[in-house]
């Protein structure tokens, strides 16, 4: 099991913006984390990569917490954030000699990795540039290279879809894929819930900093029989449900 | 929108006044007060040395008037998020910015009359000119400035005519001219012809009521504004606002070649192109150290420029501990799995190189001002003493009690 959250109660002050929020991403598994804005999904995953310390309860990445070993835990994780965030003073090239530095990669095999990726992503001819004059997709997709070439056991991926065009939308899930048939485990937050009902295993669906359900998409439509057959419905259903009460 | 520029502007006037209160803190009070003092004085000596009718003192004044001409910008304050949130206030621009005006001008003005007042003395005893064309340049010198206020509205118009647009033309050549005029015995024609291009302007600059307001070309204008206010306050202290733009600086990638790809030096990596190529750090660190050398080379003595050069050395060093925080805010930092031990050798390494550097460069300047082997020799021992007791203990201690 890669990722196992256990009861995590947490937030960004005293007040907390998760309850006891328990989910877990098997080997070879993509999960989508569903939620609507300010449901907790960034929140769940800033506490997943450790910028945020749980109040209560546990994160455990292939059995290990971060206190346990900080370096260990951290080097399982690969993360690509929701907003492209670079080094104003590194070029593409540098990024990636970055990587392979932290992440104590070797050079040419990740090299090799990363020519490929750049490749698919159109970016191979723009390795002297400075990424953080690119734009918004552009950026993403340097994110994206980056954390492919960790060959980290857990991807943590936060809305992936916004900004980058379809062709690259495809490659990404391709990427995906092919990391999952090596045993990989992806945690993927998005709204764009059609893809997700077609690419995802498992779905956790955030609402209020709870996980109100669970499961694939046909024990999702078990446990709401009557909403529909879409993941859409169903969770429009579900916050539907939660604002009458 | 009138108001918007009330609220700005008292708003601004607050945050520099924080910064001015940690500009003028005690020490540099001091220091100013006996810096004006010794201008001051050097300045009344090297007047009495001088005779009426110096062939270079015309051009000196002209030259003077002009460089203080270019003093007092115009402070639109219009923030990255106006062109969105202002773009429908469009037609109420100008009320905006004959606020901004009215705030820029005055502030000018007084720029413009303490020049005068400086340059004043200088004129009486190289040229006496009757008090009445004295004040006719000064009225010119103001006119100008009016004009100079009124292209910097039109500049921010999508005005399309490019001459209008030229900032040499207006801002250096025809004040040039005009100052020429009045300075070289024709105060009357000059003082005419200032008056003449401020009218112009200011009946140009209505004229382009009915061309749209260029957004992007104001808010860019008053970024670069706010960046050289900030840039000149971070010579003091440090300032959180100040984001320079990285430049690649191709000519100095043999430098960070040295620092070899191993796991061990990511930081070192990171830190090192981020001093070589962002402007903030970088700049701070090569003013002070030329600022030390060129003062190491006017100062003699035994142990003057010994302790002259160990406190340069030591302000850089302390101006140089934030750079370990700088990149903090991005998030990759924190996920790296690299030990924070190794991040803090890394930035040693860097420290020490730096430092290293500075204290040959003002070692060779204490040799060359004084040409006297004990002088070289005393000074050697204490640099080095100084580097190595700043990298080894004083660096880890400060980034520990930050933690």
Redesign the interface.
Same mark, same amino acid.
């Given at each position: 099991m890669t990722l196992q959250v256990t009861k995590v109660v947490g937030g960004y002050s005293q007040i907390p913006v998760l309850k006891e929020v328990t989910f877990d991403v098997q080997d070879g598994e993509l999960v989508g984390l569903i939620g609507l804005n300010g449901a907790g999904k960034s929140t769940t995953i800033n506490h997943i990569? %450790? !910028?945020l310390t749980p109040f209560k309860g546990e994160i455990k990445i292939n059995g290990l917490t971060l206190n346990e070993d900080?370096? %260990? /835990?951290?080097?399982q994780?690969a /993360?690509i954030?929701e907003t492209p965030?670079? /080094?104003? *003073? !590194?070029?593409l090239k *540098?990024h990636l *000699? +970055?990587t +392979? +530095? &932290? /992440?104590?990669l070797d050079?040419d095999k990740a090299w090799q990795k990363a020519n490929h990726l750049l490749s698919i992503f159109r970016l191979d001819n723009k390795l002297d540039w400075?990424p &953080?004059n690119f734009s918004k997709g552009m950026k993403q997709k340097v994110m994206i290279v980056c954390a492919f070439i960790t060959e980290a056991p857990l991807f943590i991926i936060d809305e992936p879809f916004l900004g980058l065009d379809p062709l690259a939308v495809h490659d990404l899930l391709n990427l995906i894929d092919e990391q999952k048939a090596k045993g990989a485990s992806v945690l993927m937050s998005t709204h764009v819930l059609d893809t997700a009902e077609k690419y995802c295993d498992r779905f956790v669906l955030l609402h209020d900093g709870t996980v109100k359900t669970e499961g694939t998409l046909p024990e999702l439509r078990q446990a709401l029989p009557d909403a529909g057959e879409s993941l859409d419905d169903i969770y429009m259903s579900m916050t539907r449900a939660d604002q009458h009460e | 929108m009138n108001n918007l520029y009330r609220q700005r502007l008292s708003s601004h006037l607050k945050e520099m006044f924080k910064y001015l209160r940690l500009v003028f803190n005690d020490h540099f009070v001091f220091a100013l007060l006996i810096f004006i003092g010794g201008l001051g004085y050097a300045y009344s000596n090297g007047l009495k040395e001088l005779q009426p009718n110096l062939w270079w003192a015309k051009p000196v004044i002209v030259i003077v008037l002009l460089l203080v001409l270019q003093l007092g910008r115009f402070a639109t304050l219009f923030q990255d998020a106006d062109v969105v949130f202002l773009l429908p206030k469009e037609a109420e621009v100008r009320q905006y910015l004959s606020g901004a005006r009215t705030y820029s001008e005055s502030l000018a003005v007084v720029y413009e009359l303490f020049g005068m007042f400086v340059l004043l003395p200088f004129i009486q005893v190289t040229d006496a000119m009757p008090v009445f064309e004295l004040a006719l340049i000064a009225v010119a010198q103001l006119l100008l400035k009016d004009s100079l206020f009124s292209l910097a509205i039109v500049r921010r118009f999508q005005v399309k005519s490019a001459w209008l647009k030229e900032s040499v033309w207006f801002k250096w050549v025809v004040p040039l001219i005009i100052l020429v005029a009045s300075v070289y015995g024709m105060p009357m024609v000059g003082t005419l012809l200032a008056l003449v291009l401020a009218v112009c302007l200011r009946v140009a600059d209505k004229r382009y009521n009915a061309v749209p307001f260029d957004w992007w070309q104001a808010i860019t204008l008053e970024n670069n504004r706010m960046m050289g206010v900030y840039r000149f306050f971070n010579l003091f202290t440090n300032v959180p606002m100040l984001k320079g733009v990285a430049k690649r600086r191709r000519y100095l990638d043999w430098l960070l070649n040295i620092v070899k790809i191993t796991p061990k030096n990511t930081y070192l990596y990171l830190y090192s192109r981020g001093i070589v190529r962002s402007g903030e750090f970088s700049g701070l660190y090569s003013r002070l150290t030329i600022l030390g050398m060129v003062l190491l080379y006017f100062v003699r003595g035994t142990w003057l420029p010994v302790a002259l050069a160990a406190l340069f050395l030591y302000l850089i060093g302390f101006q140089l501990i934030p750079f370990y925080w700088q990149f903090d805010d991005i998030v990759f930092t924190h996920l790296y799995p690299v030990e924070e031990k190794q991040r803090v050798n890394s930035f040693r390494r860097l420290m020490f190189s730096l430092i290293g550097i500075t204290a040959v460069l003002f070692l060779v300047m204490v040799c060359v001002a004084n040409q006297d082997l004990t002088v070289g020799l005393v000074a050697f021992a204490v640099e080095l003493i100084e580097v190595v007791l700043m990298v080894q203990y004083y660096l880890p201690l400060r980034l520990r009690k930050k933690k």
């Open positions: 990569i %450790g !910028l900080k370096n %260990g /835990y951290k080097k994780i /993360y954030p965030i670079l /080094y104003q *003073e !590194l070029t *540098e *000699e +970055m +392979m +530095m &932290a /992440y104590s050079r400075f &953080a | -």
